[in-house]
Nanobody, 126 residues
Framework: QVQLVESGGGLVQAGDSLRLSCAAS????????MGWFRQAPGKEREFVAV????????DYADTVKGRFTISRDNAKNTMYLQMNSLKPEDTAVYYC???????????????????WGQGTQVTVSS
């Protein structure tokens, strides 16, 4: 069983940056694609970004493309999300997740992820 713990969220102003981290423990995640999702109040959880098991391939939601960067350090069993030029509409709880199947990529649907963190709140004020 893998445990995922997000950190780095907070309250920032529009235009600011934040870096989220997702630390995995219990089992390695180095053979799995990893992703970030977010859920705003009253809305469904939505895909943000995904990275392949080896970090070579990434994909983003159109709403964050060019502003967010996903990365991973398999030696540290950790994934990151660098968020720049934040907007109020980025306000949400951000979740990290590990794909259900090893080496499978791309995975953009929540149903393709088998392990989830508890989430970290990101609030962007205007």
């Amino acid at each position: 069983q893998v445990q995922l713990v997000e950190s780095g969220g907070g309250l920032v102003q529009a235009g600011d940056s934040l870096r989220l981290s997702c630390a995995a423990s219990g089992r390695t995640v180095s053979n799995y694609a990893m992703g970030w999702f977010r859920q705003a109040p009253g809305k469904e959880r939505e895909f943000v970004a995904v990275i392949s098991w080896n970090g070579r391939y990434t994909d983003y939601a159109d709403t964050v493309k060019g502003r967010f960067t996903i990365s991973r350090d398999n030696a540290k069993n950790t994934m990151y999300l660098q968020m720049n030029s934040l907007k109020p509409e980025d306000t949400a709880v951000y979740y990290c997740a590990r794909a259900a199947d090893s080496y499978y990529y791309p995975v953009k649907s929540a149903s393709g992820f088998g392990s989830w963190g508890q989430g970290t709140q990101v609030t962007v004020s205007s």
